[in-house]
């Protein structure tokens, strides 16, 4: 079993949707939670970091952890031909314990 | 705002050549990583370093080495490239925060090993 399970998409909306997307984890030790979004040819850029569990909101994402389910989400509220792109989640334990990746998801918003 | 480069974006390379990914980072960070990313199976940590001269292998160290002789600079070395290793290339670095390191991707090197 991996440690991180993420539902490789491709996920296509209409502009203007709810996006929901998801992970799911194994190992109850992690603590730090990261979403990544990466645009065709570029790098993973960060997008959106939470401790433990509850919800981070920035702008039109938002971030929910739920420890109890190991299960971890990013909401994207008002989707834009913008935010098509790859959206990976990463894990950490904390410390100098390594990021664990998702595969990643892809999303397209479509005008 | 944390810069990360790499010193070629596209490569192409023949079975049994030896091939240098340089990266630079202007950040200070004691971190840098290099991973390898391939479609279905995310991203995949080859080596990392902790500090100069210090190195340790992450999931797939095997047919890679590392050089960090300069606190800015992470070298991925493929001493005999083979065309499994044909592949997009990414280093990171971070800092050493309080609780966890976030870490800040560079573009990226896709790789082509005929």
């Known amino acids: 079993q991996k440690e991180v399970e993420q539902d490789p998409g491709p996920l296509s909306v209409p502009e203007g949707a709810i996006v929901s997307l998801n992970c799911t984890y194994s190992?109850?030790?992690?603590?730090?939670f990261m979403w990544y979004r990466q645009y065709s040819r570029k790098g993973p850029e960060l997008l959106m970091y939470t401790y433990s569990s509850g919800n981070k909101e920035d702008g039109r994402f938002t971030a929910q952890v739920d420890k109890s389910s190991k299960y971890i989400s990013l909401f994207i509220r008002d989707s834009q031909p913008s935010d098509s792109a790859t959206y990976l989640c990463?894990?950490?334990?904390?410390?100098?314990?390594?990021?664990?990746f998702g595969a990643g998801t892809r999303l397209a918003v479509h005008p | 705002d944390v810069k990360v480069t790499q010193s070629s974006r596209y490569l192409v390379k023949r079975t049994g050549e030896k091939v240098f990914l340089e990266c630079v980072q202007d950040m200070d960070h004691e971190n840098m990583f290099w991973y390898r990313q391939d479609p279905g199976l995310g991203l995949r940590l080859i080596y990392f370093s902790y500090d100069v001269k210090m190195k340790e292998k992450g999931d797939i160290p095997e047919g890679y080495s590392v050089s960090r002789e300069k606190k800015e600079r992470f070298s991925l070395i493929l001493e005999s490239a083979s065309t499994n290793q044909t592949s997009m290339y990414l280093c990171?670095?971070?800092?050493?925060?309080?609780?966890?390191?976030?870490?800040?991707f560079g573009p990226g090197t896709r790789l082509t090993v005929l």
């Open positions: 190992n109850s030790a992690f603590q730090y």
């Open positions: 990463a894990l950490s334990s904390g410390g100098y314990n390594k990021l664990i």
């Open positions: 990171a670095s971070s800092f050493r925060d309080r609780d966890t390191d976030t870490q800040y």
